[in-house]
């Protein structure tokens, strides 16, 4: 007989993606470096062949060093950016907190931001109109709804940002990093919304430098090295994986000083 498993909600499949560093940016540099013959751009790999399959429901997370390929993998899923190779397929809505921007638009109010990034991520106006107390209650920023989100608190953005996204109902929640924004309490409150989706079956897939709440909060850990999935299971094991990654680095770092 078939067996049906879980549905896939995210598949990647063989992607690559090459990005391109130009070391000069000004005449000067330009002709230094031609006198020198050094190349004045050099083209490397920021994702290298990951495959990479997520089921419904699964809270995954994406670990690594800076510079590993998490974000890139992340515009990927969300469809911000395209693959040079390979493809990536995803079911459902999808809703990311992944560009620092996070899609507020810093010339709108609060209450603007709401209904632009509301209906951008997906949100009917009337879904909106029923959940705007809601986002407004939980963002913790009242009372400034009607001032440009220019002038808010890197933490106030984000308090908002999650706060519209966090209440798309999304299948697909992707998550890049903003929990490091905001003070302890809202972070707190972001969590347990995390695992309020999370136990209502939405797949999630969270960039964090915090590996102790990733490895508690996630299912399934992955970690990147220089764009490459080297891992990808138990979360605690990937965690440990980074901080190998991160103490080796360290020492490379401390060499390079002392030389
Ligand atoms: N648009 C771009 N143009 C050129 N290089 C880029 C671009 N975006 C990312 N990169 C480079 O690609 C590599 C992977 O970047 P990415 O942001 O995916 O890493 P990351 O693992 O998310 O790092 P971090 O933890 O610092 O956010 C880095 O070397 C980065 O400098």
Same mark, same amino acid.
């Given at each position: +007989?078939?067996?049906?498993?879980?549905?896939?909600?995210?598949?990647?499949?063989?992607?690559?993606?090459?990005?391109?560093?130009?070391?000069?940016?000004? &005449?000067?540099? +330009?002709? &230094?470096?031609?006198?020198?013959? /050094?190349?004045?751009?050099?083209?490397?790999?920021?994702?290298?062949?990951?495959? *990479?399959?997520?089921?419904?429901?699964?809270?995954?997370?994406? +670990?690594?060093?800076?510079?590993?390929?998490?974000?890139? *993998?992340?515009? +990927?899923?969300? =469809?911000?950016?395209?693959?040079?190779?390979?493809?990536?397929?995803?079911? =459902?809505?999808?809703?990311?907190?992944?560009?620092?921007?996070?899609?507020?638009?810093?010339?709108?109010?609060?209450?603007?931001? $709401?209904?632009?990034? =509301?209906?951008?991520?997906? #949100?009917?106006?009337?879904? &909106?109109?029923?959940?705007?107390?809601?986002?407004?209650?939980?963002?913790?920023?009242?009372?400034? #709804?009607?001032?440009? $989100?220019?002038?808010?608190?890197?933490?106030?953005?984000?308090?908002?940002?999650?706060?519209?996204?966090?209440?798309?109902?999304?299948?697909?929640? *992707?998550?890049?990093?903003?929990?490091? $924004?905001?003070?302890?309490?809202?972070?707190?409150? @972001?969590?347990?919304?995390?695992?309020?989706?999370? =136990?209502?079956?939405?797949?999630?897939?969270?960039?964090?430098?915090?590996?102790? #709440?990733?490895?508690?909060? @996630?299912?399934?850990?992955v970690t990147l090295r220089k764009g490459k999935v080297v891992f990808d299971g138990d979360p605690a094991e990937a965690g440990?994986?980074?901080?190998?990654?991160?103490?080796?680095? /360290?020492?490379?770092?401390?060499?390079?000083?002392?030389?």
């Amino acid at each position: +007989m078939e067996q049906h498993g879980p549905a896939e909600s995210i598949v990647i499949d063989s992607v690559s993606k090459r990005f391109t560093l130009r070391h000069a940016r000004s &005449i000067r540099e +330009m002709t &230094i470096r031609a006198v020198r013959r /050094q190349d004045l751009s050099e083209s490397f790999n920021a994702l290298d062949d990951v495959s *990479l399959t997520v089921y419904q429901g699964e809270t995954v997370a994406l +670990m690594g060093l800076n510079g590993s390929g998490k974000s890139t *993998l992340l515009k +990927m899923i969300s =469809g911000v950016m395209r693959p040079d190779r390979g493809s990536v397929r995803v079911r =459902g809505r999808i809703a990311g907190l992944i560009d620092v921007g996070a899609g507020l638009h810093p010339d709108l109010t609060g209450r603007e931001n $709401v209904y632009l990034n =509301g209906a951008i991520l997906g #949100m009917s106006e009337a879904e &909106i109109k029923r959940k705007f107390d809601a986002i407004v209650e939980f963002s913790g920023v009242e009372r400034f #709804m009607d001032n440009q $989100v220019r002038f808010y608190s890197s933490g106030m953005f984000m308090r908002l940002a999650f706060s519209i996204a966090a209440h798309t109902e999304p299948d697909i929640f *992707l998550i890049d990093e903003v929990l490091a $924004v905001g003070d302890p309490p809202f972070r707190e409150k @972001c969590l347990q919304r995390i695992r309020e989706l999370r =136990g209502e079956g939405r797949t999630m897939v969270i960039v964090a430098h915090d590996i102790q #709440m990733l490895t508690r909060l @996630c299912d399934r850990g992955v970690t990147l090295r220089k764009g490459k999935v080297v891992f990808d299971g138990d979360p605690a094991e990937a965690g440990r994986l980074w901080r190998e990654d991160r103490q080796a680095r /360290q020492t490379s770092l401390k060499a390079d000083a002392v030389r």
